[in-house]
């Protein structure tokens, strides 16, 4: 039954063992005819762009370590740069102290210059007050003296005398 079923398929599709080996036939080389035709190049290319992809990759990871070894190194020279300018206002820092103190020194120095010339001029201002403060007690005693002579003085005369010369002498 089998059999008969498949003549009688082959008869409903007008197909006999001759014509169905020559499709088959032409089959495989229709395949054959694709394969060197189209798998192989469409393969060639995939693999060739399997190897681009391959450089670009190997590319990539060249950079990214290219990068990483730049980075290292900005972060060294940052560090370095950090520690320059530190020392620098150390320095800076160092240079000025030393300017204030020198300063400082130079205003001390002129301050006691200033002092001394001071003292010595309110030493020479001194003794001509107490020159001057002489002269006025002799000149308070002559004239005690001469108000004494005069006349003769009882002792709150004395007293009266005494006042009224220094109020004179302060008048004056």
């Known amino acids: 039954m089998t059999q008969f079923l498949c003549d009688n398929i082959l008869e ?11 499709y088959v036939v032409n089959f495989l080389i229709l395949l054959a005819a694709l394969i060197g035709l189209l798998y192989k190049p469409v393969k060639n290319m995939l693999k060739k762009k399997r190897e681009s ?3 670009v990759y ?13 980075e290292a190194e900005y972060q060294r020279k940052t560090e370095e740069l950090k520690l320059e300018n530190a020392r620098i206002a150390a ?8 300017k204030a103190d020198a300063l400082i020194a130079d205003a ?8 001394a010339a001071a003292k010595k001029e309110s030493a020479t201002q001194m003794e001509q007050l107490k020159g001057e403060y002489r002269n006025s007690v ?5 004239q005690v003296a001469q108000k004494l002579l005069e006349r003769e003085i009882t002792e709150s005369d004395n007293d009266a005398l ?10 004056d």
């Open 91 to 98: 320095n800076a820092a160092e240079a000025a102290q030393q």
């Open 58 to 70: 190997a590319e990539n990871e060249k950079l990214k370590a290219e990068n990483a070894a730049r």
């Open 12 to 22: 409903v599709f007008g197909l006999d063992w001759k014509s169905m080996l020559f």
């Open 53 to 55: 992809l391959d450089d």
């Open 108 to 115: 001390q120095e002129q301050a006691k210059s200033i002092v």
């Open 162 to 171: 005494i006042e009224q010369v220094l109020s004179d002498w302060e008048n």
């Open 138 to 142: 002799n000149n308070v005693a002559v």
